[in-house]
């Protein structure tokens, strides 16, 4: 008896120590306050769920990458040098200093002549994909978060099969935790087939801790350097079924035009990052010629880089927006700078709209995003919950003439932790195209109310302001 009392004091001391030794260590690296308290709230009052959070999801484990941040900004550089030299490129003057912004933040040069088609549904997007793989005669690069061995992973698979032996160059990178469900085998089938392929951030012992947090949740697509697909929808066949409650709701870009070459900028830093093998060949970047009317900046972001590029472009088109933000966002978890700027905006009289789904796939993320509503509606934003299955759309417009489309989700983990690719689109004639896709979907959602929204149960609003806490964290 006494044996096993003296080993539970054990325990507790060492349990103890640990507990402190995250505190200390949280403190020490010196990080956003807010996710700095956050932590420490976890660690101190969720016992041991809280400390085995933190060892997955909590340190800061940049500097054990396989490249620095100095080579990964040099990365960044290197492929300009194979591009042609930009030629000027027309976009409205009140977006000079986002431009600006981004070319010495990012060292995204504004490229003009673009067509680019919107998708809504999985259907559109993959038979328009599928045809131009048909059609591709170089090569084929794909990044995506989640790739699965489904119907449509499967389909794909014998798509680059098929062009890997006509003898085109497939490379794949897929997110190790993203696609953890699909069989090795599976991927393996691709490198039988001579296509490269690539895990992120490969999870394995005793690593998984220092890679589990931070992932490519890209999903680009980038074939013969002129055509590119950049979006919300990964490969799995929810993106064309939906769910068992509902239909899926996403937003994705075909570009056409020299915008490519800024994904497949960034396809070839990540291919570096996981092969260790550089490709900056002029092969990647052709001459190209005007395909339509459209102007944009890719605009690549992660843990690495310095500058959380993707939020300080959209920090910049919030703070310059004169008439109109529309938002789309499945998930909703703004660091407070985001809220004060869509607050700010409303209350200077610019029509602010937020739509997220009614239903979420995570229902603690759900309950999370819900937390900020109370704060959007009392400045006069007008907040819609997609009420028509499940909305995965990240989409943006500013002012009709300014449009956001790409991985990230408006929370802290996609500005901060995700490897996350955002264009930045210039163009009246798309903005009007998003534009309409917004107010179309409006009609399948729920206009809230702040009134309503405050005679919601009780328990409901505190365990929604209690998870608000962790919301740097989810």
């Not at 690495?304 to 998930?331: D, R």
């Amino acid at each position: 008896m006494q044996l096993n009392n003296t080993l539970i004091n054990i325990i507790e001391i060492l349990y103890l120590l640990t507990v402190v030794s995250i505190v200390v260590v949280v403190i020490s690296e010196n990080r956003n306050p807010i996710k700095s308290v956050a932590w420490i709230l976890a660690v101190l009052f969720l016992p041991v769920v809280g400390i085995i959070w933190y060892a997955f999801f909590g340190q800061d484990s940049t500097k054990k990458y396989v490249i620095s941040r100095r080579m990964y900004s040099k990365l960044k550089k290197r492929p300009l040098d194979e591009m042609e030299t930009p030629v000027e490129v027309s976009f409205p003057d009140d977006y000079a200093n986002l431009v600006n912004l981004l070319r010495k933040m990012d060292y995204t040069p504004l490229l003009g002549g673009n067509n680019v088609k919107l998708f809504t549904s999985g259907k559109g997007k993959f038979d328009h994909l599928f045809a131009d793989i048909e059609k591709a005669e170089k090569h084929i690069h794909i990044e995506y978060y989640v790739v699965e061995d489904d119907e449509l992973g499967k389909r794909l698979q014998q798509a680059l099969i098929k062009k890997a032996h006509e003898g085109l160059e497939v490379r794949i990178i897929y997110d190790s935790f993203g696609s953890r469900k699909t069989k090795k085998a599976f991927f393996e089938d691709f490198r039988k087939a001579g296509i490269e392929t690539e895990p992120f951030l490969k999870l394995t012992l005793p690593s998984l801790t220092s890679r589990l947090n931070y992932r490519t949740h890209r999903k680009l697509i980038v074939i013969d350097g002129r055509i590119g697909y950049v979006g919300g929808m990964n490969i799995a066949d929810r993106y064309l079924e939906g769910l068992e409650w509902g239909p899926w709701r996403d937003t994705h870009a075909r570009i056409e035009g020299k915008g490519v070459q800024g994904l497949q900028s960034v396809f070839l830093i990540d291919w570096y990052f996981v092969s260790q093998t550089l490709i900056t060949s002029r092969n990647y970047f052709p001459l190209l010629g005007n395909f339509g009317d459209c102007s944009m900046q890719i605009v690549n972001s992660g843990p690495l880089s310095e500058e959380n590029e993707v939020s300080h472009g959209i920090m910049q088109a919030i703070y310059g927006a004169k008439k109109s933000i529309f938002i789309q966002t499945p998930y909703f978890l703004p660091p407070d700078a985001m809220v004060d700027a869509l607050q700010a905006a409303a209350i200077r009289g610019v029509d602010v709209r937020l739509m997220i789904s009614k239903r979420s796939d995570v229902a603690i993320v759900q309950l999370a995003s819900s937390s900020f509503i109370r704060d959007m509606l009392k400045t006069g934003v007008k907040v819609c919950l997609y009420q028509k299955g499940f909305l995965h759309s990240k989409l943006m417009i500013f002012d009709d003439s300014l449009t956001l489309i790409g991985s990230a989700n408006f929370d802290t983990r996609s500005f901060e932790q995700n490897f996350e690719v955002e264009a930045f689109i210039y163009d009246d004639t798309l903005a009007a195209e998003a534009t309409g896709i917004f107010v179309e979907d409006q009609r399948d959602a729920e206009l809230v109310s702040l009134r309503e929204w405050m005679k919601r149960p009780k328990l409901r609003r505190f365990a929604e302001s209690l998870l608000r806490l962790f919301a740097p964290l989810l």
